[in-house]
């Protein structure tokens, strides 16, 4: 559902921009019921030339059923935002 990951994508967006391990944001569809989700900063790591990256894992639950997804968001320096890194 285009709605639903546009409310993932606002979660890992929201965890990112704390940049504290630990951190988790949490969503619930709202276009279908039993469908939820949540982004958490799993680590954060500093690597050469001050570029910053840090994993995320998003949760998604639909009727009872979880799915994990694990992604790498880096910024470099002077950056604003992570960003996925490839």
């Given at each position: 559902d285009p709605a639903e990951q546009v409310q993932a994508a606002a979660a890992t967006e929201e965890v990112t921009r704390g940049e504290e391990v630990g951190a988790t944001a949490n969503w619930t569809s709202a276009t279908r019921e039993n469908v939820s989700g949540s982004s958490t900063v799993a680590s954060i790591n500093e690597e050469g030339g001050g570029r910053k990256c840090m994993n995320v894992n998003d949760f998604i639950?639909?009727?009872g059923e979880e799915t994990r997804?694990?992604?790498?968001?880096?910024?470099?320096?002077?950056e604003s935002r992570y960003v996925l890194a490839a």
């Amino acid at each position: 559902d285009p709605a639903e990951q546009v409310q993932a994508a606002a979660a890992t967006e929201e965890v990112t921009r704390g940049e504290e391990v630990g951190a988790t944001a949490n969503w619930t569809s709202a276009t279908r019921e039993n469908v939820s989700g949540s982004s958490t900063v799993a680590s954060i790591n500093e690597e050469g030339g001050g570029r910053k990256c840090m994993n995320v894992n998003d949760f998604i639950i639909v009727d009872g059923e979880e799915t994990r997804v694990s992604k790498r968001m880096c910024k470099g320096p002077g950056e604003s935002r992570y960003v996925l890194a490839a």
